[in-house]
Structure formats: C-alpha cells, structure tokens
C-alpha cells in the first residue's frame, strides 16, 4: 500500500472542524431551511434524542451550524418536503433522503437477523402492518386499548414494540412527529418515486460509508469508519486498501498520533490557511464529539457525557457539555432550560486549568451564552456555579 502523507495535529485539527462547518464565522452551509437540508447531507445525519433538560440535539447540532436555525426548518423537510427521513445511524437519526438507498442494507440485515431490540410475534407485526396499510399513518397511541383490554392483541407494549421492528425493517417510517410522537406510514408510500431504492452491492455500500465518514470528519481511522456499522473490519480494510491504490484515498499520519488516517484528495485541497476564534456549546450527542476516542486522540478532550451517571458519579453535571474555542475544546457547561418560566439556569461552567482567561474569551463566552439563552426561548440566565469562581461574578454581569 501507499505511504501515507505526513500532516501536523493543528491541520488535522482545521481540517476537522471545517468538514464540520465550525470553524469560520462565514456559515459552512448558509442560511434557513435549505441550509439544514446541505447540513444534514454533507454531516451524513443529525442524531435525534428526546433529552429535554435543553432544546433537543437534533435542533442543537444544526443551530450550532446555521444561523437564524429554526426548529420548523427541521420538521417541514420531514413533514412537508419528504427531503429527509428517520432511520438509525449509530442512533435514531434524520437522514437525506437522496441516501435513502444506503439505509437498505442494514434494513435487510435486520430482516435477516428476525429483531432488533424486540422479539415480536410475527401475527402482531403483521396485523401492526396490515392497520396502518388500510387506515393511513397512525400514531403508537393508536394501538393503546383500554385497561380492561390489556390482555387483548393491541395491549399497548406489543404494538409498540412492533412499531419498532417495522421501523428498523424498513416497512414503515416516520411521515411526521407530533411533538416527540411519530406517526407511521407505510414506507413505501412515503419515499418519494424519484428516489432510487435499488439495494447497493455489499463493496458499493462500504465505499459510501467511507466517503461519507470523511466528507463529514474530513480524516478518519478504520475503527472511525466501522463505528456502529454492519460491516466487518476485513471488508472495510480490503475497499480501503484497493481505493488507496486507485488513489481514490489518501492514508495519513498525524502529528505524532500512531494510527494511520484516510481522507479524500478533495478534501485535503481544502486545508484552511486561518480559523475564526468562535465559541461554540456542543450538544453531547453532535457529530462532531460523538466518538468520544477520536476526540480525545485529534484533541486531547477527555469528554464523556454524565447522563447515564449516578448523581454522586458527576463531576462537572447531569448535561454536561463541551465549549469549543477556535480549535480547542476549552471546557464544559451544564444548563437546564426552565420553559414555563423563560429562565435558564447554568448548573455549571468549568474552564479547564491550562486555558488562559482573557478579556476576549470572556466576551465571547458572553455572547454565546446570550445566544444560547435566546435560542432555548429564555429570557433570563443564571449562572450558579463556574471554575475559576471569578468567572461566575464576569459572566453573571449579562
């Protein structure tokens, strides 16, 4: 195989946040609701999570990206433009629908495999099937029968469940949400007619996971490529190494990192020259930090989410989340939004020992918490806790 091309740490660093569309004050992807549908394509997907402590992730990742983001944005190129759709990428996601195609084989692989989470009884998925083909979309809550049927076909679990397999099967998708509850439809008639839904080969859906993975991340290792994938590592590592030869990819090495890397010749012609010293407040589930190896690798970020913690195991909060400025993540922040009384609350704001506080990064983070607060519909901000403690009286002056 090749040699790979020698890169420093801070190239790989530009490189990254570039693909990611946060590294310059120009919007990567524009303005308004054509811009998240450029974001969603070229990230690959935008996870959807149903953690309300803040606006949701999906709406978060695509604010942290596109100016003036408006959640209706989102939900009419789901509901109205049938642009994008729901399926699972590492988790429940939106998805392009022009990739529609490349979600098939792990559709197939379920079928094959009989479940994903669930073990349903194949008469329940059926008449689950059967209702939403003759009635049109229907809710979950459409199967719920009263308690003195609990025992009948349609007790709400069963259906549920099947909900779920139908879903990962393929046979049914989410044509719209009413607030966090998907109506169903039959795929079929959901997929647009101009959208190709021809299965790939096994090598053709490898080779789009590996464009994809770097068209978003710019540079990616092998383990990158395969995370949460269907795919084996022998297979991954064969494509690689015949597109290597093609010179359709380009293996790296970076700084003094010891894996070998893979990005695009076209990518690597887009090595930006300067950043923008932004602030950026990362959901815990955006593209960008999601594989939390990579970023400790590429950053030297030692970041995990405190979701899943007991209380008495949190170190810096419930919903912890990584600050990005420029190309260093500098530390980590844990809001809660009150909605009902427009408030929202910093439970902490922890800067990391090595960073030096200046008076431009403590304007900046100003601004972006000023933001923050407008676009999780607050009006008043509170900040309960920061390290260094002379942060708190700064930032509480807003």
Request: proline share 5%.
């Amino acid at each position: 195989m090749k040699p790979p091309i020698e890169i420093k740490l801070a190239e790989a660093r530009k490189l990254a946040l570039s693909q990611q569309g946060l590294l310059k004050a120009l919007p990567k992807f524009g303005r308004g609701k054509k811009a998240v549908l450029r974001a969603i394509e070229h990230l690959g997907y935008v996870q959807i999570d149903a953690i309300s402590v803040i606006q949701r992730a999906h709406h978060h990742t695509l604010w942290s990206r596109i100016p003036g983001y408006k959640p209706k944005y989102l939900l009419d190129l789901l509901n109205k433009d049938r642009q994008i759709f729901e399926y699972w990428s590492h988790a429940a996601s939106f998805l392009p629908m022009r990739d529609f195609r490349y979600a098939l084989p792990v559709m197939q692989s379920i079928k094959e495999k009989g479940k994903h989470w669930y073990q349903v009884e194949a008469e329940i998925k059926s008449a689950v099937l059967d209702r939403i083909t003759l009635e049109g979309p229907l809710y979950a809550r459409d199967f719920e029968t009263p308690k003195l049927d609990a025992g009948l076909m349609w007790n709400w679990k069963p259906a549920k469940k099947a909900l779920h397999e139908l879903f990962m099967e393929g046979k049914v998708t989410v044509k719209s949400r009413d607030g966090f509850q998907r109506l169903y439809e039959v795929t079929e008639r959901f997929v647009p007619d101009h959208i190709d839904t021809s299965i790939p080969s096994y090598d053709e859906y490898l080779w789009f996971c590996i464009q994809q993975c770097i068209k978003a991340q710019a540079l990616c290792t092998i383990p990158e490529i395969r995370y949460q994938r269907i795919f084996s590592n022998k297979d991954l590592t064969r494509v690689i190494h015949r597109k290597v030869e093609q010179g359709s990819l380009i293996p790296l090495t970076v700084g003094s990192l010891k894996q070998v890397y893979y990005s695009l010749p076209e990518v690597l012609t887009q090595l930006p020259l300067r950043s923008s010293q932004l602030i950026h407040l990362l959901s815990p589930f955006d593209n960008m930090v999601i594989q939390r190896k990579r970023l400790k690798d590429l950053f030297d970020f030692d970041y995990q989410t405190e979701i899943y913690y007991p209380a008495h195991k949190r170190v810096y909060g419930y919903f912890s989340m990584p600050i990005l400025h420029g190309t260093s993540f500098i530390g980590r922040i844990d809001p809660k939004a009150h909605r009902e009384a427009k408030h929202l609350e910093i439970r902490n704001l922890v800067l990391d020992d090595t960073v030096r506080i200046t008076d431009a990064l403590v304007e900046k983070l100003k601004l972006k918490l000023q933001e923050f607060c407008r676009f999780n519909a607050c009006e008043t901000l509170e900040i309960r806790k920061t390290n260094p403690g002379h942060l708190k009286s700064t930032l509480s002056s807003i």
